[in-house]
């Protein structure tokens, strides 16, 4: 199946840096993929819709300016939190779902545990 | 907007027995159902799905059900094994876009 790869795995920085994250298809093309939030024991809470070549679209709630996203590429989407806070520790995750028909398969990348202290 | 509700949030069953997790859904249009199986720690994993215009579909133990006028969808596994146990999640398609939206999850445990 599609292999889309996700670093760092795990983050752990001081309140107030930027923390990057990366998302890759590794063997096939997605101009779309996801960025989602995930805590303990709960469900995977959808932030945001990268788009190659295009302003990303958040979801209700979630902060443009705090969440930023680039998706420059057809196989790379990063989100970038910027001043990061406590309140911002999670996991997160992203998906993508090769370019083509709309309802295909979407993959996951590994997460990323963000812990800010 | 699309709604998805799943039930139960817990289920714990006998090894070798059959679970059962169930979900619902609020846009009679969406016409894609995922299932995911997550580990603690990890991705979420695609196990089965099924679209609009079929009624059922079985992968070695695992079987997905959809019933559109009601519009709820289930997933069923049999013969559970101890590394069935994790966290389970439903989506719906949302029509015309690539978005899924996810139910909260079910976390399954198999006792040995």
């Known amino acids: 199946g599609a292999v889309v790869s996700q670093h760092p795995s795990w983050v752990i920085c001081k309140s107030g840096t930027s923390v990057k994250i990366e998302c890759r298809s590794l063997?096939?093309?997605?101009?779309?993929m996801f960025w989602y939030r995930q805590f303990p024991k709960q469900s995977l809470m959808l932030m945001a819709t990268?788009?190659?070549?295009?302003?990303?679209?958040?979801e209700q709630g979630v902060e443009k300016d705090k969440f930023l996203i680039n998706h420059a590429s057809l196989t790379l989407s990063t989100l970038t939190v910027t001043s990061a806070h406590p309140e911002d520790s999670s996991f997160y995750i992203c998906?993508?779902?090769?370019?083509?028909?709309?309802?295909?398969?979407?993959?996951f990348g590994s997460g990323t545990q963000l812990s800010v202290l | 907007g699309e709604n998805v509700e799943q039930h139960p949030s817990t289920l714990s069953v006998q090894e070798g027995d059959s679970a059962v997790i169930k979900c619902t859904y609020s846009d009679s249009a969406s016409n894609y159902f995922p299932w995911y199986k997550q580990e603690l720690g990890k991705r979420p994993q695609l196990i089965i799905d099924?679209?609009?215009?079929?009624g059922e579909k079985k992968d070695q133990r695992i079987a997905v059900t959809l019933n559109k006028t009601a519009k709820h969808f289930s997933l069923h596994i049999t013969e559970t094994q101890p590394e069935d146990s994790a966290v389970y999640f439903c989506a719906a398609s949302i029509p015309g876009t690539y978005k899924y939206i996810f139910g909260t999850g079910t976390r399954l445990k198999v006792l040995a």
């Open positions: 998906s993508a779902q090769p370019t083509g028909v709309i309802g295909e398969k979407l993959f």
């Open positions: 990268s788009n190659e070549g295009s302003k990303a679209t958040y």
């Open positions: 099924i679209r609009s215009n079929v």
């Open positions: 063997d096939f093309q997605a101009t779309t």
